[in-house]
């Protein structure tokens, strides 16, 4: 204690100790810039898409309930939003796919469709103008049918950054199945 004209001022010397007590009642991980959590993220979803080239959807709902902060800079970041299902069938899939499109940006898309009987084309016209971001294309179909209609949106439409295509029938008809394609590197001579 520091007494001054009859004034007592406590002495500050644990100011430095005050200071690290708050800092480690922070949790860690709010203490990591958004830079990183974002790196973080992106690398959880890069290794999940290391398995068959695609990821489970909605991976990146169960990132986003980490915390808050972590939900916050996740949503801001275009990566987070790169992979997404089209199922026409399901409620709001369609809307979905939108949001994803906006979200991600400039960046390269991997995009899974869900090919049923009776898909309706004019559900996934809103792909083609973001079809030259596709880089991995999967498609589950019932039927040739229906590979047919889930395919004719993208007649005649380029797709330069595609380096990977996997079709996978889950019909049940006899017929020659396509199970993988990717790009074979080319020489540089």
Wanted: glycine share 6%; with cysteine.
């Amino acid at each position: 204690m520091d007494v001054r004209g009859g004034i007592i001022i406590p002495f500050l010397s644990n100011s430095a100790h005050d200071s690290a007590q708050i800092q480690n009642s922070i949790p860690p991980i709010l203490r990591l810039p958004n830079e990183l959590l974002a790196e973080i993220a992106a690398a959880r979803l890069d290794e999940a898409a290391r398995h068959n080239g695609f990821r489970e959807v909605f991976l990146e709902f169960g990132l986003s309930h980490v915390c808050q902060r972590f939900r916050q800079t996740l949503l801001g970041t275009s990566a987070f939003w790169t992979t997404f299902t089209v199922n026409v069938y399901r409620e709001g899939s369609v809307n979905l796919s939108r949001l994803y499109l906006e979200r991600s940006a400039t960046r390269d898309i991997r995009l899974s469709l869900a090919a049923l009987d009776g898909v309706g084309a004019s559900s996934l016209v809103h792909l083609i103008p973001h079809a030259s971001r596709i880089s991995r294309l999967f498609v589950a179909y019932v039927s040739p049918q229906a590979l047919s209609e889930v395919l004719a949106p993208f007649e005649g439409v380029a797709l330069p950054r595609l380096e990977h295509v996997k079709f996978s029938n889950d019909g049940g008809w006899n017929a020659p199945q396509i199970s993988s394609h990717s790009t074979v590197p080319t020489s540089p001579l």
